[in-house]
């Protein structure tokens, strides 16, 4: 008889989340008392604003517990389409809104339902550790271009061209980027955009650090903006876990073409129901109202990205670029003679700092070190790896 345990259903290979996995295991430790310093975690430390939690609350007490329609509530998705209408420059009707539980499930479920096997998926490496999963659970093939510090991590239009084949069918964007906070240039996103609307394929371009952003010669700019040919090719994706510090809220959304959005429709409504209902109205007041706190986390965010920059280019045999967006930076420790692993598991073995290595996101020899933490734990967290480093 078959053994169970050696049998794998269609997504049973999938390595687990090496950034949640390092995340865990940093705050385990802290549990036991350690003096932990992480620079692991994707996540704003700051509290859901008390108007969002509020609206929720308010939903709850109204007994609004029932089911809503598997793509979101209306109102909520009208408001969708105005935020991407204002924000963004992105025309879009409510049936190609798609409420999701996470930005990361509405990127899986794009990906699964527009690819399959045989198609191939090109994702420029930094990449976030997700992606080459989720196309591998839709049965679809990887391609990885690899970009540089020196090309601020975009994907060269001619790197792009030369990876494209006749099984090309979607190109994963992500800007501003996890893990080395690039945001796209508009001159960069115009060339992609061409080649998506020469060779006919389909453009996701994750944008759920869009309102982090901090420098004015680096706006972010959505390629689905750029013309109505290549907004008919794209899928925008963006939600509320780190612009209103809405991590653990699960509530994330996208815009796609009709075509489609009712694909992706289907298939939530099959897996999920649909996203928390009560947690909508929170989603709803964020996008309302919530633009005071996010600037207001914003620049407690500009302010330490300065600060993680200045210290760690002072480590000598680190070398990172100023990050534009997102609350990470991008660090190369391949001077060091480490691989990404173990310099990492030595960090935290012998200094206690968390950091995330670059491996699993397609860069060895880079570590990437996550800033949405206090001043104070940046400056102790760096210094003790300026005394790792020094040791090596």
Known sequence: MENLEETTGFMGNIAPSATLA????????????????????????????????????????????????AAGMPELRNAIVKKFADDNGIKTTMPQVIVAPGAKFSVFSAVAALCGVGDEVIIPAPYWVSYPEM????????????????????????????????????????????????????????????????????????????????DAIAPHISIASLNDEIAELTITVNGLSKAYAMTGWRL????????????????QS???????????????????????????????????RDLIYKLVNDIDGVKAIRPEGAFYIFCDISSFGLTSNDFCAQLLEKKLVAAIPGQPFGAEGSIRLSYACADETIIEAVGRLKAFCDSL
């Open 22 to 69: 390092i995340t865990a295991k940093a705050k385990a430790m802290k549990a036991e008392g350690l003096d932990i310093c992480s620079l692991s975690a994707g996540e704003p430390d700051f509290d859901t604003p008390d108007m969002i939690k509020q609206a929720a609350i308010d939903a709850l007490l109204a007994g609004k517990t029932g089911y809503t329609p």
């Open 135 to 214: 196309v591998t659970m839709a049965g679809a093939t990887s391609v990885i271009v690899n970009t540089t510090a020196g090309n601020n991590y975009e994907l060269q239009a001619a790197d792009l061209e030369a990876a494209i084949t006749e099984n090309t069918k979607l190109l994963i964007l992500n800007t501003p980027s996890n893990p080395t906070g690039a945001i796209y240039r508009k001159e960069t996103l115009e060339a992609i955009a061409a080649l998506a609307v020469k060779y006919n394929f389909m453009v996701l371009s994750d944008e759920i650090y869009e309102k982090l952003v901090y």
């Open 252 to 267: 994330g959304y996208l815009t796609a073409p009709l075509w489609l959005a009712k694909k992706i429709s289907a298939m």
């Open 270 to 304: 099959n897996t999920t129901s649909n996203p928390t209902s009560f947690a909508q109205y929170g989603a709803l007041k964020a996008l309302e109202d919530g633009e005071a706190a996010v600037n207001t986390m914003k620049a407690a965010f500009a302010k330490r």
